[in-house]
């Protein structure tokens, strides 16, 4: 099988990089910078369930794509989703599949809308994952890629795909409930960005600040909206998100509340946004929801006052 992976930073540099080391046939497509970093230094990950260096990996440039691949493995931030789907699209044959790892679902319709629902297929990640002096250091235990049919179905290419991350260094699955295991992902990462960047805090300070019921609120107004998308999350997932995130002395808190506080690009219009627009289609009532997402537009809007006067 042969795999591209879109960009080789903190996502798509883990779980390719230990595609490869399991001898798997991956090429990233990468921009010349990190090319040229590769070619010099190897891709390196550094991590508690095993360093890996891997001397000049399979490189490629958008404009030096010339054949199709099997799999694209797509791990870009939201924002960048539309050049990533210019820069991989020559990669795309008939028989293509597209594995997504964004959170949200607005990047699902967009790639629909693109290539078609045939060649994209559910799927989503989990690990603390950061791309430091061009190193990926992985920062947990936690290492999971989950992915299917979005049908349900255990299709043989599917099959194909587990049998090909079978002997990988990650804790791979292939479910047929991947749509819902999604929604129920960016039901967990909305509340936990809404609430850590809205108090600009972590999930430890906002519970010793005694605001942990308005984290708590903001994650029923988050599973409701999704109950009201036909993906009502299972009794588990909520309560443990809700454990997770109302954890005293907890230094837990979203990566895009990191963003804020180096002043970088956010998705909050795919994570916060989205999903305030889908609810208030269906007319659920999501304040506190509306309140996060404001806060992180006049965020947006500041930063990008301040660009335009530099």
């Known amino acids: 099988m042969r795999i591209l992976v879109v960009g080789a930073g903190g996502i798509g540099g883990y779980f390719g990089g230990r595609l490869l080391e399991a001898k798997q046939d991956v090429t990233f497509l990468v921009r010349p910078r990190r090319a040229a970093e590769l070619a010099s230094s190897g891709l390196q990950i550094e991590s508690r369930c095993g360093n890996v260096t891997i001397p000049n990996p399979p490189t490629v ?42 959170n949200g679902m607005r990047h699902m319709d967009i790639l629909d809308q693109r290539f078609g629902p045939a060649h994209v297929l559910g799927g989503l990640c989990a690990a603390s994952l950061v791309l430091d002096a061009g190193r990926v250091l992985h920062l947990n235990d936690v290492h999971f890629l989950t992915f299917g049919e979005r049908d349900g179905s255990r299709s043989a290419r599917v ?13 791979s699955r292939l479910s047929q409930k991947v749509l819902l295991e999604m929604w129920e992902k960016w039901v967990f990462i909305a509340a936990c960005a ?12 906002i519970v010793a600040a005694g605001a942990a019921d308005i984290t708590s609120a903001l994650l029923d107004e988050c599973a409701a909206i999704a109950a009201s998308e036909g993906f009502a999350p299972r009794e588990k997932s909520v309560e443990g998100g809700r454990t997770m995130l109302t954890a005293p002395n907890s230094l837990f ?58």
């Open 61 to 102: 440039l958008a404009e030096d794509i010339h054949s199709r691949f099997d799999l694209i493995l797509l791990s870009c931030k939201a924002y960048d989703l539309e050049s990533a789907i210019a820069s991989f699209a020559p990669a795309v044959g008939p028989d293509t599949m597209i594995m997504p790892l964004l």
């Open 159 to 171: 099959e194909a795909i587990a049998s090909a991350f079978s002997g990988a260094k990650f804790v």
């Open 194 to 205: 809404g609430s850590t960047c809205l108090m600009r805090a972590s999930v430890g300070d």
């Open 253 to 310: 808190a979203a990566s895009m509340f990191r963003d804020i506080e180096r002043n970088a690009p956010i998705e909050a219009d795919h994570v916060i946004g989205d999903l305030l627009r889908r609810g208030t289609e269906k007319g659920i009532a999501s304040p506190v929801l509306r309140v996060a997402y404001a806060h992180l537009k006049s965020y947006e809007a500041r930063r990008a006052r301040e660009a335009s006067a530099d």
